[in-house]
C-alpha cells in the first residue's frame, strides 16, 4: 500500500477555502482515492476544543506565545490522529490550512519570531510536509467583504494591516516552495473553481493516477 498525499488550501479569511476544499475532495474521490478531509485548527475533539479557544473573542489578552503554543498542540493531536494515519493506510488528506497558516499569521501578523515557528515545525511534525498547496490568493478588501455579514472571531477582527502582513508571506512563501499552486481567489467562483481543477488534474497526471 502506497502513502496517500497531503494536500492543503491557504489563504486569508474569507478568501473561499471552506468553498473549494468540497471541490478538491470531488476530483480526489473521482480519481478513485479515499479522501479524508479536515481542517486547522482542528480535526479532532481536542484541536477542536482547542480551535474554540483559539478564536473566541475574550477581554483577556491572548499571550502570543499561547497562541504559538495551542497552534501547534492542537496541530500535533491532529497529526497523531487523524492525518499520519490516513497518510500511512493510503489515504489522501485534505486539509483547510496547515503550517504555512502558522508562518503567515503568528510569524508574518503577529511578527513573531520564525526560527521559533521552524522549531516547533520540526518537533511537531518531523518530515511531514504537504504535497500540494493550493494558495487562494486575494486582497484583504475583498476578503474582507466576502465575510462581512458574520459574526467575526479573534483573527478576523485584526486590522488591515495584519491582513496584508499575512498576504504577503504567504506570497513569499509561494514563490519559494514548489509545492505551492497560485490560485487568483479574487476572481468570480466558476474561474477560481476552474483554475482549481487545472491545478488538481495537473497533480494527479503527475502522480500517475
Ligand atoms: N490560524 C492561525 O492564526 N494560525 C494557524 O496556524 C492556523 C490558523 C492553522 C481560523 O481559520 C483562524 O485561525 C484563521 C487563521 C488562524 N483566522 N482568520 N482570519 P479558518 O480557516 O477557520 O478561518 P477563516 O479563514 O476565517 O475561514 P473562512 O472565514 O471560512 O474563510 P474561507 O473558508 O476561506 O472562505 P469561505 O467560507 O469558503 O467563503 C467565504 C464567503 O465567500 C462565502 O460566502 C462564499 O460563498 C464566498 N465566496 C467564496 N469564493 C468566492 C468567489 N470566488 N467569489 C465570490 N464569493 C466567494
Known sequence: MSRGCFITLEGTEGVGKSTNVD?????????????????????TPLAEEIRDLLLRVREESVSQMSELLLMFA??????????????????????????????????????MD???????????QGDLQPDLTIYLDVTPEIAAARIRERDLDRFEQEERIFFDTVRTVYQ????????????????????VQADVRKVLARFLAGKHV
Open 23 to 43: 471541490l478538491v475532495q470531488a476530483l480526489v474521490t473521482a480519481a478513485g482515492h479515499e479522501c479524508v478531509v479536515t481542517r486547522e485548527p482542528g480535526g
Open 114 to 124: 520564525v526560527g521559533s515557528i521552524e522549531v516547533l515545525e520540526r518537533l511537531v
Open 74 to 111: 492542537a496541530r500535533a493531536q491532529h497529526i497523531e490522529h487523524v492525518i499520519e494515519p490516513a497518510l500511512a493506510r493510503g489515504d489522501w488528506v485534505v486539509c483547510d490550512r496547515f503550517t504555512d497558516a502558522t508562518y503567515a499569521y503568528q510569524g508574518g501578523g503577529r511578527g
Open 172 to 191: 513569499t512563501r509561494a514563490q519559494r516552495l514548489d509545492r505551492f499552486r497560485v490560485v487568483d481567489a479574487g476572481a468570480p467562483l466558476d474561474q
